[in-house]
């Protein structure tokens, strides 16, 4: 998503920000959906965007093609690109952990409410 979001000046799926629309996105990904990218993205970088994410993290580019290809296209700093590649891994390992925080408190209601209607139906395990 970190190339998506250099290609874009976006951040895919914005809106989707109550913790049912969260769980929306992810069922969305899970299933291979991922945003659309415009047709003035130069197509070597779109093909790189596209295959970072693949569903099979085996097929996925390498990070040497990666960064290759990023310099190639001058979209790399090219003095330190390991540093910007570690703040965008940062950013999104951040994102990442506060997605799955969203996702355990999910899990947490829908036990408890599970718990609540099974209580007030008198089943008891």
């Known amino acids: 998503m970190a190339l998506y979001e250099v290609a874009t000046r976006n951040i895919p799926w914005s809106t989707f920000k109550s913790p ?7 069922q969305m990904i899970g299933q291979g959906i991922r945003p659309e990218l415009s047709d003035d993205i130069p197509g070597e970088f ?7 994410w693949n569903q099979d993290s085996k097929t996925r580019p ?3 093609h990666v960064l290759k290809v ?9 003095t330190n690109p390991v540093e910007e590649l570690i703040d965008n891994y940062v950013t999104t390992i951040t994102r990442l952990e ?3 925080e969203i996702l355990r408190k999910l899990r ?3 036990e408890r409410r599970a718990e609540e ?7 008891t395990y």
């Open 20 to 26: 049912q629309e969260q769980y929306q996105l992810r």
């Open 98 to 100: 506060e997605e799955m």
């Open 46 to 52: 779109s093909n790189l965007v596209k295959g970072c």
């Open 117 to 123: 209607a099974q209580a007030s139906a008198g089943i």
């Open 108 to 110: 947490e209601a829908a």
């Open 70 to 78: 990023l310099h190639k296209l001058g979209l790399m700093n090219q």
């Open 62 to 64: 390498k990070i040497k």
